[in-house]
């Protein structure tokens, strides 16, 4: 097992330690907890580096969230997982060339996340020959959704989660990497070339590879098996700390039982060698234990919570009682870095039995305004609501604090001076917070509240990334922009004709947009460019100019487009 370690230190790691004061003030330094200082410690696995084995596969860990792996082949190699931007992988295509600069043939993304897929780009860029983009065949779907419809809530609470916005000082790491830098650049992402549905057996560059489908932290989770070096690839169904079984960024349901079978089917291989696609590589006998015992902790979580859900009790109760066994609790593998066990539990039980909790006094409750506008009368006045924020802040009971400035919030009571209170509550929450995902999303939230600040969107576009992206997508977000208020009674239909031959319509009824491929009885007929369509409604263009060119073709109905496209704003 030669492993030769390169050690690159572009990133010098600062672990900060701050003095303590005991007043409750805004951005003042704290000292962390011992359990902040494990997370401090944790930083250790992100210190960036490329793992180079005598196998021909080399991984560069750190530098940024996620790693990027390199394969050597016949004159040619390959990269698993690009990172997260055309920056990274740049840098980290410096060490990699130094070790072998044949040409990239091919660039597999484990799954549709960012921080897997958008350097892909670089790759192309610096190669004669595009190299193959393979994945499987959902990922193309799961990367439209979060750049189209869920673009600007996807965006928002991930760079809240990620603290994308937060101070350098704040940022510690993001649980599986030092920091997110999707906003470094406008994605890179390169759309799929080869997909495929169960398992794809393939060869490039005389390196055997097999890829399966291994539903986990995605639902387009793939798994790559070297078998010539008994190498496995697991992407992000295995890392070191605690799984994510639910994001608080927001995701559909995460399969929990799948990521187990997942687990299983790569422990069948008996692997050497494990390359994550997140913190460090493991080899030898730890891969397997390593292996059962991730997904011994997720099947334990997933079956005691199903137990509990059985007996009645609703998910607020579950989460006061399930914690790991006491055989594996103490795991690195195992600490809550970036995955919870309560945020778990109420996730698988959503996964199963939906939002609704059985309690019959949660299936239609008092709105937030009305319940909060009853416990006023019930203390004697709004203001002594007010006086019971002040005290906790004081007292330092913080979580108290923040419930009850949603009551305040609810009934417009000091908005101001409430969310300084809120401010001051979540800022405090998450400096102690070992869960870099709660930490992040405190201060991120307490930065948000303070005058002034606007969250950006961390997702650019520009012309190449929209090539990527399907007509489809821009007609989807359309559809869900669609302000009603501005849609009049009766049907309306504006029908499109593209350059590549491509048709679309849409159907104004009832206060919703239908997407279809219809085209008779259009009240209005656009003709113009794909590209130039998709510019346009990506803000690159202004509809107005490219009316007027005549680039966007209305048949003399300019004013009416813009009018038909000004419906579709919030
Ligand atoms: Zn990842």
């Not at 609703?314 to 609790?329: C, H, K, R, T």
């Amino acid at each position: 097992m030669n492993t030769k370690l390169y050690y690159i230190s572009i990133l010098p790691l600062i672990f900060l330690l701050s003095s303590c004061s005991d007043d409750v003030t805004r951005s003042q330094p704290v000292e962390y907890t011992s359990s902040v200082e494990k997370l401090v410690q944790h930083s250790e696995e992100f210190i960036p580096t490329v793992y180079s084995y005598d196998n021909g596969i080399h991984i560069a860990v750190g530098f940024g969230i996620a790693n990027s792996i390199m394969v050597e082949g016949e004159g040619g190699n390959i990269i698993i997982d690009a990172a997260d931007s055309v920056v990274e992988a740049e840098k980290i295509y410096k060490f990699f060339k130094n070790i072998n600069s044949n040409p990239i043939k091919a660039v597999i993304y484990t799954h549709n996340h960012g921080d897997h897929t958008f350097g892909a780009a670089y790759y192309d860029s610096i190669s004669e020959e595009k190299p193959q983009i393979i994945a499987h065949e959902t990922t193309a779907f799961y990367i439209e959704r979060i750049m189209g419809i869920l673009n600007p809530i996807i965006s928002a609470r991930s760079s809240r989660m990620f603290g994308t916005f937060l101070p350098e000082e704040q940022l510690i790491n993001v649980g599986i990497g030092p920091f997110l830098g999707v906003s470094q650049s406008t994605p890179g992402y390169m759309k799929p070339d080869i997909t495929f549905s169960d398992e794809l057996k393939l060869t490039i560059a005389g390196i055997d590879i097999e890829l399966y489908h291994a539903v986990g932290e995605t639902n387009d989770q793939l798994f790559v098996w070297l078998p010539q070096q008994k190498a496995l690839m697991p992407g992000d169904n295995l890392y070191k700390t605690f799984p994510n079984l639910y994001t608080i960024r927001g995701t559909t349901h995460r399969d929990v039982k799948g990521w187990v079978d997942s687990l299983d089917h790569m422990r069948s291989f008996n692997p050497e060698y494990l390359f994550p696609s997140h913190t460090k590589p493991i080899e030898g006998e730890e891969v397997m234990k390593t292996l059962t015992l991730y997904r011994d902790a997720i099947q334990y979580v997933h079956d005691q919570t199903i137990r509990l859900m059985n007996q009645g009790l609703y998910p607020d109760q579950i989460i006061e009682m399930i914690e790991l066994p006491s055989e594996i609790a103490d795991s690195p593998f195992l600490n809550e870095f970036y995955g919870t066990i309560r945020w778990s539990v109420k996730s698988i039980f959503n996964g199963y039995l939906g939002w609704f909790n059985g309690n019959i006094s949660d299936l239609d409750p008092l709105s937030r305004k009305e319940e909060a506008s009853r416990l006023a009368l019930m203390v004697g006045g709004v203001e002594n609501i007010y006086l019971q924020l002040e005290a906790a802040v004081t007292a330092k009971d913080m979580q108290w604090a923040l419930q009850l400035s949603d009551h305040l919030i609810a009934l417009n009571h000091k908005v101001n001076d409430v969310n300084k209170l809120r401010s001051i509550a979540a800022e405090y929450i998450g400096q102690r917070s070992p869960n870099p995902n709660k930490r992040n999303y405190l201060l991120s939230s307490a930065l948000e509240l303070e005058p002034g600040f606007e969250l950006e969107n961390i997702i650019k576009s520009d012309a190449y990334l929209l090539k990527q992206l399907s007509m489809d997508n821009f007609f989807n977000i359309l559809s869900v922009t669609l302000n009603p208020e501005k849609v009049e009674t009766g049907i309306y239909r504006a029908c499109f004709a593209f350059d590549s031959g491509l048709k679309k319509t849409i159907t104004l009824r009832n206060k919703i947009a239908e997407i279809s491929s219809a085209s008779t009885d259009c009240d209005l007929n656009i003709e113009t460019n794909d590209s130039l369509f998709k510019e346009t409604l990506a803000g690159i263009h202004n509809p107005i100019s490219k009316v007027a060119s005549g680039e966007i073709n209305t048949n003399g109905k300019s004013a009416e487009f813009l009018m038909f496209l000004s419906k579709f704003r919030n």
